[in-house]
């Protein structure tokens, strides 16, 4: 059994930061790709930023040279610095892991519980 336990949302001023940290947990054999989605309110879920090894990580538009998506595969961890938040950053944060669970032929996609982000004065 895979869990993921998600951390560090909270409400924070406009230029503010937060770090976003998700740690993978059970029975898994290896990792592909770790991904960071948000929901806001009244909008689809979309997919913020990825990390894989081996590439160059990938962000929305609306992040670029304000988050950092990084990985510790020691700990299966990865985390979201978050800086010069805006309020239209507001919304719950999502991590997505696509992983091999021990055993599976196949791998699977597993998601966090979701933590918020507000940004507001």
């Known amino acids: 059994q895979v869990q993921l336990v998600e951390s560090g949302g909270g409400l924070v001023q406009p230029g503010g930061s937060l770090i976003l940290s998700c740690a993978a947990s059970g029975s898994i054999d290896s990792i592909n790709t770790m991904n960071w989605y948000r929901q806001a309110p009244g909008k689809q879920r979309e997919r913020v930023s990825t990390?894989?090894?081996?590439?160059?990580?990938i962000y929305t538009d609306s992040v670029k040279g304000r988050f950092t998506i990084s990985r510790e595969h020691a700990k299966n961890t990865v985390h979201l610095q978050m800086n010069s938040l805006k309020p239209e950053d507001t919304a719950v944060y999502y991590c997505n892991v696509n992983l091999r669970p021990l055993g599976a032929w196949r791998r699977y996609d597993y998601w966090g519980q979701g933590t918020q982000v507000t940004v507001s004065s």
């Open positions: 990390i894989t090894s081996g590439s160059s990580p």
